[in-house]
């Protein structure tokens, strides 16, 4: 080679890329490159699932909210007085006298 040839820049690059050390020092920065873009990564999925435990959570509480609406709103139409009215109006059902009550013994 002449000297001319070792002068060449792009001759000067295969060469420095040819040494162990460079090969060595090139994996390691493509590693932590992928390790850096990993953990960018699972900080981001981290937020997002965060995120959606918290709607989650939200509809969570708004929905049991609405069951205990909902088991006061059955109990005030189960009550005992409710239910005797809506019979005596709707269908025309009243209490059996006294006199009309038996009982039956086994």
Do not use: C, K, N
């Not at 390691?28 to 873009?37: F, K, P, R």
Request: hydrophobic share 45%.
């Amino acid at each position: 080679m002449t000297t001319r040839e070792a002068d060449h820049p792009l001759l000067a690059l295969v060469d420095w890329f040819l040494r162990p050390a460079t090969r060595v020092a090139l994996l390691l920065g493509a590693a932590i490159l992928v390790s850096s873009l990993a953990a960018v990564y699972a900080s981001h999925q981290t937020r997002s699932l965060f995120g959606e435990l918290e709607r989650a959570r939200l509809e969570h509480d708004a929905l049991l909210e609405q069951r205990g609406r909902l088991l006061l709103e059955r109990s005030t139409f189960s009550a005992y007085g409710r239910v005797e009215s809506l019979a005596a109006e709707s269908l025309d059902m009243q209490v059996p006298a006294s006199s009309d009550i038996r009982l039956v013994r086994p």
